[in-house]
């Protein structure tokens, strides 16, 4: 199986600033990875697939990037909506895995 | 509009079985696959099962293989997992979610809890 690594598990920012969480994939994993925002009580909501495609409706202050075992999502010029976990996953492979998630909260 | 919407969660036994339903409207559901999601508490999201458009590719975790059941009827738009041999482990919220890598629609969840 493969497993994501995702760094860091929690993070501290304030409104305005952009911060970056990292996902590393045990193996070759090409673009096949996903961006989620989880809010609780919520349903999950994708960002980002294929590693760096937007999905339709999210606004561009979400970037991802990488290729092949390394990935980033950046968000710039947080928002207090924006606070939130955050969780890759790769989808290349049965059975897909989840990063442990990245809980950002506000400083 | 696209809805997903989950039901038959509540209390079992362990050892216990529960059947849960994802209801389907405002799209084709023969042509979609689906997935269940579930998020245990204080947890992150595990995936647990896929199943292709047709019902004959199927898919499962290690977690939840030969106890849990993944199902559809296409005419009935409804998603269907069959949970078996539960667990307090399988305590969690399960989602279902619409597309291979679901990136598009998801359910608001049922809960499961699994306690004596």
């Known amino acids: 199986d493969i497993q994501m690594t995702q760094s860091p598990s929690s993070l501290s920012a304030s409104v305005g600033d952009r911060v970056t969480i990292t996902c590393r994939a045990s193996?070759?994993?090409?673009?096949?990875l996903a961006w989620f925002q989880h809010k609780p009580g919520k349903a999950p909501n994708c960002l980002i697939y294929?590693?760096?495609s937007l999905q339709p409706g999210v606004p561009s202050k979400f970037s991802g990037s990488g290729s092949g075992t390394d990935f980033t999502l950046t968000v710039t010029s947080l928002q207090p909506e924006d606070f939130a976990t955050y969780y890759c996953?790769?989808?290349?492979?049965?059975?897909?895995?989840f990063g442990q998630g990245t809980k950002l909260e506000i400083k | 509009e696209v809805h997903l919407v989950e039901s038959g969660g509540g209390l079992v036994q362990p050892g216990g079985s529960l059947r849960l339903s994802c209801a389907a409207s405002?799209?084709?559901?023969?042509?979609?696959?689906m997935n269940w999601v579930r998020q245990a508490p204080g947890k992150g999201l595990e995936w647990l099962s896929y199943?292709?458009?047709?019902?004959?590719?199927?898919y499962y975790a290690d977690s939840v293989r030969g106890r849990f059941t993944i199902s559809r009827d296409n005419a009935k738009s409804s998603l269907y997992l069959q949970m078996n041999s539960l667990r307090a482990e399988d305590t969690a919220v399960y989602y279902c979610?619409?597309?291979?890598?679901?990136?598009?629609?998801w359910g608001q969840g049922t809960l499961v809890t699994v306690s004596s």
């Open positions: 996953l790769q989808y290349i492979s049965y059975p897909y895995t």
């Open positions: 193996q070759d994993i090409s673009n096949y």
């Open positions: 294929g590693a760096s």
């Open positions: 979610a619409r597309d291979r890598a679901m990136g598009g629609y």
């Open positions: 199943i292709n458009s047709g019902g004959d590719t199927i």
């Open positions: 405002g799209f084709t559901f023969s042509s979609y696959e």
